[in-house]
Nanobody
Framework: QVQLVESGGGLVQSGGSLRLSCAAS????????VGWFRQAPGKARQFLAA????????SYLDSVKGRFTISRDISKNTVYLQIHSLKPEDTAVYYC????????????WGQGTQVTVSS
């Protein structure tokens, strides 16, 4: 199974930007799509965005459209999530995951990367 490693989080001031990375360790993404999620303290994990691996078609949660941009670099086996105009409510642990065949995301999660936005 593909192992995913998230990175790029950190502490940032409100209004700032971050680029999160999701790298597939040891093998390529052999999946239909790769998605980004986040989980804030005391809240359920939330889908944010996804991109199809083969042709790079993005999809977004409506509430993040315009501030979040998902992209992929096939040569680096990496999917990115660029976040602009960060808000304190964006504070969460951000995760990536794969949808192997278009039927849904795996129930296997990595450690994620913490994003903390100060006001």
């Amino acid at each position: 199974q593909v192992q995913l490693v998230e990175s790029g989080g950190g502490l940032v001031q409100s209004g700032g930007s971050l680029r999160l990375s999701c790298a597939a360790s040891d093998q390529t993404f052999s999946s239909y799509a790769v998605g980004w999620f986040r989980q804030a303290p005391g809240k359920a994990r939330q889908f944010l965005a996804a991109i199809t691996w083969s042709d790079g078609v993005p999809s977004y949660l409506d509430s993040v459209k315009g501030r979040f941009t998902i992209s992929r670099d096939i040569s680096k086996n990496t999917v990115y999530l660029q976040i602009h105009s960060l808000k304190p409510e964006d504070t969460a642990v951000y995760y990536c995951n794969t949808d192997p065949d278009g039927m849904g995301y795996r129930d296997i999660w990595g450690q994620g990367t913490q994003v903390t936005v100060s006001s």
